[in-house]
């Protein structure tokens, strides 16, 4: 498999995490959003939206959307640990979990919507994470913790072993903890980053860690 990464990518960084999860070998190609790799015509011949991260998989096959990829590697790859489980009403809560943060905290708080708001708006840096980045996370983050808090929580954010939750939850808590935010209202959060972080597969998946890091 090819995986088109870059290190700060909160998306790229789940994807990083589940192919670790699966003991799957890869190769990576860096896009620097930065510096605007993701507007190439090669690129975007391979990924029309311009995002991060894009994964082929050894038969050609593009798969583009970080959710969507972690299920197909559990359906493709269902001999490595399972990050969806296998009764339905567990994969429901897993996959509830993971929309809570890919869909609702991370899409506020991306680097597009953030450029967005200073170059539409005049909002410097620091506002922009002051009353922008810190409000959503806070609001984000409640409703996770209600969510962790009141189901089959365990060590991970359901049960003892990790799934898509605990993929989704690191990438967001990193971020969160980057930009100064105060996460001490949030305990079950913090306890289950904290048993995730602990695992080979999370640690060396951290944006610091990665080759194209700067």
Known sequence: MKLYDYWRSSAAFRMRIALNLKNIPYEREFIHLRRKDQDSETYLALNPQGLVPALVDD??????????????????????????????????RVRAISQAIACEIHPLNNLRVLRQLGAAFGIEEEARNELWYKHWIDEGMKGLEGLLASGETGRHAHGDTPTMADICLVPQVYNAQRFGCDLSAFPTVLAINENCVALDAFSAAFPDLQPDAE
Do not use: H, K, N, W
């Open 59 to 92: 038969d050609g096959t593009v798969l583009t959307q970080s959710m969507a990829m972690i299920e197909y590697l559990d359906e493709t790859r269902p001999e490595g640990p399972s990050l969806l489980l296998s009764d339905a009403r567990g994969r429901a």
